[in-house]
């Protein structure tokens, strides 16, 4: 009798169907092995390949990561490609665990951001904004880019930039544009997007913490100066 094929199973059964509504965590290992691999064979389904191959390794996944590609096509079902989206999965597990994991950036002054963006924005000839996005700790989570322009402006839109932050869960923002001729002095429209995203920014509590103009030269923070 033969087994039923994945695409047979109840939706929220299916390896793949089952990550997307449960996460990732809800999967077997022979699950997620069926998620590399792909098919099965027209007598075992994905998952039951995925189940030989756990119990040819003792069910241990310290020892499915010794198996070569050749001892890999030993499984039924398994082929080169298959053998080798396995290897290449248990690798990248590998060095994981040897990768330490980075101190998150914390910022506790305007300095602080302007040492974490200054490289990015040195002898640029055009104008970027860019956000730093933070979490409760002040620590930062990500930078994002939100526009490139010319040399005398770019575009910030509010609504792109509350959408990351939101989507990064953030609890707090830091601007930052640069002016490629030096001048470190906030221009009208600069005071007054900074006005208009810190009142976007109290009604999502996502505060905006500051807004800084970077140039080759130094920095100019609004918090600093008493301009937020």
């Given amino acids: ?28 290992d022979a699950e997620l092995i069926a998620i590399l691999i792909g098919s099965g064979t027209r007598s075992l ?18 020892n499915l990561a010794k198996f070569t590609v050749k001892e890999l096509q030993k499984f039924k079902g398994i082929g ?18 040897e990768t330490e994991v980075k101190k998150a950036t914390k910022v506790t002054s305007s300095n602080d ?16 904004f860019w956000i730093l996005v933070l979490n409760r700790a ?9 526009s490139s322009g010319g040399v005398s402006g770019t575009v910030a839109d509010g609504k792109i930039i509350f959408k990351h932050a939101i989507e990064h ?13 030096g001048n470190k002095k906030p221009s009208d429209q600069d005071l007054n997007l900074t006005k208009k995203l810190r009142q976007a920014g109290t009604i999502l509590e996502i505060p905006i913490l ?6 080759n030269n130094g920095y100019t923070s609004f918090s600093d100066e008493g301009l937020m």
């Fill in 1 to 28: 009798m033969s087994s039923l094929s994945i695409t047979q199973w109840a939706e929220e059964d299916r390896p793949r169907e089952k990550l997307l509504l449960k996460g990732r965590a809800a999967l077997s």
């Fill in 45 to 62: 389904s994905a998952v039951e390949v995925g189940k030989l191959i756990l119990n040819g390794s003792d069910n241990d996944l310290n």
């Fill in 80 to 97: 080169e490609a298959k053998a080798i989206s396995i290897v290449a999965a248990l690798e990248l597990g590998r060095r994981r665990k």
């Fill in 113 to 128: 951001a302007y040492q974490y963006l200054k490289s990015h924005f040195l002898d640029l000839p055009h104008e970027e």
């Fill in 138 to 146: 002040n620590e930062i989570i990500t930078k994002i880019p939100i």
């Fill in 169 to 181: 869960l953030a609890s707090g923002i830091i601007l930052a544009h640069n002016h490629p001729s």
């Fill in 210 to 215: 500051d807004h800084l103009i970077i140039t």
